[in-house]
């Protein structure tokens, strides 16, 4: 497959950004950034007013200076929240595999499924058992307890899951919106939801909600098991291990419970 063609205007827009970005919290000028580009004097002012526009650029201190501006900040926080969430997903999964004995993962919402981001297994003979959670893997909403989660804790993804087919893939996949508002409903008021060989026949999962600042779900703990029926009193056991660590996550990212 050949590499995509990135437009000249846009390679030369990050040229202009990457000067301004070299240059420091003094900041640059046009002069400067010609040199260190080689562009147009006419075409680096013209970059430059659009990057203004964006916030990605801003005025520095000295007049006809330049530097980075809040949106690049902006981005590089939020880069720096997703590496967060990523190591303490990773600490989290290995802490309650090790206490369950079971492979746990985390997931995250993307374009319409449930993808995990993070997983582990502990070496036991009921993980052995137990499904192989593979980074990557992406799950149904309406077919998955992660993402049951999401749908029932974000009110605009289930809004925008009515678009959807509800494919079917087992005997027991919810197979209608009515069944699924239902559903959903239920998952909001007890905290937590179920895949009941919904997915993938022998397997069912337990997944609680990660919650962000708002109150909805950016994430989910789950544990998924080889098992047809999980016991109620196996699902109560999961939960006293996945709760107060979905608690604890996202108290740690600065979430809070809706």
């Known amino acids: 497959m050949s590499e ?3 437009p000249s205007v846009l390679q030369n827009a990050l040229r202009v ?8 919290p003094a900041g640059t000028d046009a002069a400067e950034i010609e040199g260190r580009t080689g562009l147009h004097r006419r ?12 916030g990605m650029v801003s005025d520095a201190t000295r007049p006809a200076h330049y530097r980075l501006g809040p949106s690049i900040a902006a981005l590089a926080q939020n880069a ?36 995990t981001v993070a997983s582990a297994s502990a070496d036991s003979e009921i993980s052995k058992k137990s499904p192989p959670i593979v980074l990557g893997s992406r799950r149904p909403l ?10 029932a ?6 809004e925008a899951y009515r678009v ?31 895949d009941r060989q919904e997915l993938l026949l ?45 608690q604890e996550f996202t108290g740690a990212i600065g979430g809070s419970t809706p």
């Open 153 to 158: 804790f974000n009110p605009s993804a289930l």
């Open 17 to 24: 950004l990457e000067a301004v970005g070299e240059a420091g």
């Open 202 to 246: 022998g397997v069912t999962c337990v997944a609680v909600p990660v919650h962000g600042i708002n109150g909805r779900a950016v994430g989910t703990l789950a544990v998924s098991t080889k098992n047809p029926v999980m016991s109620a009193s196996r699902r109560r056991e999961l939960l006293r291990a996945l709760l107060p660590a979905a």
């Open 80 to 115: 720096s929240d997703q590496r967060e969430f990523l190591r303490r997903a990773r600490l989290f999964c290995e802490e309650l595999s090790g206490r369950t004995h079971e492979p746990v993962h985390v997931t995250v919402l993307d374009q319409g499924t449930a993808v």
């Open 142 to 151: 309406h077919a998955s307890a992660s993402g049951k989660v999401f749908l």
């Open 43 to 54: 075409s680096i002012y013209r970059h430059l007013s659009s990057l203004k526009s964006l």
């Open 164 to 194: 959807r087919p509800l494919e079917t893939f087992t005997p027991h996949t919810i197979a209608t919106m009515e069944q699924l508002y239902t559903e959903c409903l239920e998952v909001r008021n007890r905290g937590y939801a179920l």
């Open 4 to 6: 995509p063609q990135i």
